[in-house]
C-alpha cells in the first residue's frame, strides 16, 4: 500500500455566510431572538440600537475614541459594549450568555458530522419535525416529497442524527429509540434486552413477564435483571433539554385580532429594539490615516450589521405572509367561536402561495405561537392533512383529534364511547371516517380504549 497526494475537482453547494445567519435568525422564536441581538450588539460595534438619534460631531478627539474601541474590539473581540457612551468601564462587560436549545444543538452536531449541503438540508428539515419528546413526527416519504431526496440518503442521514446527543432523538417510535440507546450500551443481558425491546415492548408494558419467559424459553429472573437495563434508558430523548415549566411565558411573534369588519394581523416588534448601523464608524472609512487592517475591520463589521438587520427584516416578512395565508386558509376556524374546524394545509401549500422552500416554512413556523381571539397557538396547530376517507367535505386530521378529544371529554365516564360510536357519531356529522382512523388518532393522543375507560 501507497498514500498518495492527488486533486479532484467536484463541485459543492456552500451556503454562504449571509444565508447561513439567515436560516439561524429565521429559527429563533421571539425571546432567543432578543437574547441573540442583545449579543451582536455586544460584538459588533458598528451596530446599535435605535433609542435615540445619533448626534453629528466634529470634535477632532471623537475619530480617536472610535479608534480605541476598534482596538480594543481587535485585541479583545469576545468583549462588547451596551452602548454609544464610550465609557471605559465598558470593556470589562461580559457577552450575554444564553442557554442553548436542542434544535441548535443537534444543528451544531449536524454540521461536524455532514459535510455535504444537501445532507445538511435534509438533516435541519427533520430536525424542524420533531416533537416535544424529541420524536420525529413525519415520515420519510413526506420528508422525501419536501426535499426532493432519496428514501435510502434521508434514511441514512437519520441513523447519523439518532446518534446525537441525546441519543436516540429523531426516533419514529419507543422501540426505534430505545434500540438506537441499546446499541451504544456495554452491559451484561444486552442481547436479551435486544430481543425484548424488539419481539415483547408490548408484553413488557404489561408486565407479562411469566408469560415472555415460556415463549422465548429465557428464565424469569434473567429478564427481570434485561428489564432494569431497559429501564435505564430514555423514552423521551427531549425530556432533559426541554424541562416544563408551569410558569413559562410564551411571546407571541404575531398577533389577529378581531376588528369590527375584520380581522388585523400584526407582527410583534416590542420584544426587540430597532437596529440600525453606527454613523460615525461607518465614516471612519473615508479618513485617510487609517491602515489597511483597520479598514478591514470596519469593512467586515459593516457587512455583519448590515447582513444581520437584513436577516431580521426577512425573518418578520416570511412570518408575515405564513400568518396571512394561515388567516385566509383558516377562516372557518376564526369567523366561528364555538367550533375549531381547521382546513387541510401542509407545508407545501404554503410554500407555493408565499413562493418560499418547503423547508424555510418549516425553519419559520419552529417554535413561534400566534396570538388570536382563542388564545395562543403555536403556528404548527394550524398545520394538518386531509383525511384521505371520502367525505361531503375537507376536513383536516388535528379537527378530528380534537372532535375526539373533546367526544371523550364529555363521555358519560360508567359508558365510555367505543371507537364504533365515535365513528357514527361523524357519520352523522358527514364525516365518512373509518373506524381504523379513529382508532390510530385515539392511540396518538395517548387515549385508552373504552373498556379501560369505564369507571
Do not use: W
Request: charged share 30%; hydrophobic share 35%; net charge neutral.
Amino acid at each position: 500500500m501507497r498514500m498518495k497526494t492527488t486533486t479532484q475537482l467536484a463541485q459543492k453547494q456552500i451556503l454562504a455566510p449571509y444565508i447561513q445567519q439567515s436560516i439561524e435568525v429565521l429559527l429563533l422564536p421571539l425571546m432567543d431572538l432578543n437574547l441573540s441581538i442583545e449579543q451582536e450588539l455586544q460584538n459588533n460595534p458598528l451596530l446599535e440600537a435605535e433609542e435615540i438619534k445619533p448626534q453629528e460631531t466634529t470634535d477632532p478627539n471623537h475619530d480617536d475614541e472610535l479608534m480605541k474601541k476598534i482596538n480594543d474590539y481587535q485585541s479583545t473581540p469576545n468583549v462588547g459594549y451596551m452602548d454609544n457612551s464610550f465609557d471605559d468601564d465598558i470593556a470589562d462587560e461580559k457577552p450575554i450568555q444564553k442557554e442553548k436549545s436542542l434544535e441548535e444543538s443537534l444543528i451544531e452536531q449536524l454540521h461536524v458530522d455532514l459535510t455535504d449541503p444537501f445532507d445538511i438540508l435534509i438533516g435541519e428539515f427533520i430536525i424542524g419535525n420533531l416533537n416535544e419528546d424529541g420524536y420525529l413526527h413525519c415520515s420519510i416519504e413526506e420528508i422525501a416529497n419536501s426535499t426532493q431526496a432519496g428514501l435510502e440518503r434521508i434514511e441514512t442521514v437519520l441513523k447519523t442524527i439518532q446518534i446525537f446527543e441525546p441519543m436516540g432523538i429523531a426516533a419514529r417510535n419507543l422501540k426505534e429509540c430505545l434500540l438506537v440507546q441499546m446499541r451504544d450500551k456495554n452491559c451484561p443481558h444486552k442481547d436479551l434486552a435486544t430481543i425484548l425491546i424488539e419481539n415483547h415492548l408490548t408484553e413488557l408494558g404489561q408486565k407479562k413477564l411469566s408469560r415472555i419467559s415460556k415463549k422465548i424459553k429465557v428464565p424469569i429472573e434473567n429478564i427481570k435483571q434485561a428489564l432494569q437495563v431497559i429501564s435505564s434508558l430514555e423514552p423521551k430523548p427531549a425530556r432533559n433539554f426541554r424541562p416544563l415549566k408551569i410558569n413559562t411565558y410564551i411571546t407571541p411573534d404575531v398577533f389577529i385580532t378581531k376588528t369590527k369588519d375584520n380581522y388585523q394581523i400584526t407582527m410583534n416588534d416590542s420584544g426587540y429594539p430597532t437596529l440600525r448601523i453606527n454613523i460615525h464608524y461607518k465614516k471612519l472609512l473615508s479618513r485617510n490615516h487609517l491602515t489597511p487592517e483597520e479598514k478591514e475591520f470596519i469593512r467586515n463589521k459593516l457587512k455583519q450589521a448590515v447582513n444581520f438587520i437584513r436577516s431580521i427584516e426577512q425573518r418578520g416578512k416570511t412570518i408575515l405572509r405564513i400568518a396571512e395565508f394561515i388567516l385566509d386558509k383558516q377562516k372557518t376556524f376564526f369567523l366561528n367561536d364555538d367550533t375549531n374546524d381547521l382546513s387541510p394545509m401542509t407545508l407545501k401549500d404554503v410554500a407555493l402561495a408565499i413562493e418560499r422552500n418547503e423547508s424555510t416554512i418549516s425553519r419559520a413556523i419552529n417554535n413561534k405561537h400566534i396570538a388570536t381571539p382563542k388564545g395562543i397557538l403555536p403556528f404548527k396547530y394550524f398545520f394538518s392533512k386531509k383525511i384521505s376517507e371520502k367525505s361531503e367535505k375537507e376536513v383536516a386530521s388535528r379537527s378530528v383529534k380534537e372532535e375526539i378529544k373533546s367526544l371523550v371529554k364529555e363521555e358519560n365516564p360508567s359508558n365510555p364511547l367505543s371507537d364504533q360510536e365515535i365513528q357514527n357519531i361523524f357519520h352523522k356529522r358527514g364525516l365518512n371516517i373509518a373506524r381504523r382512523t379513529i382508532s390510530k388518532y385515539r392511540q396518538c393522543m395517548h387515549i385508552l380504549p373504552s373498556h379501560l375507560r369505564k369507571k
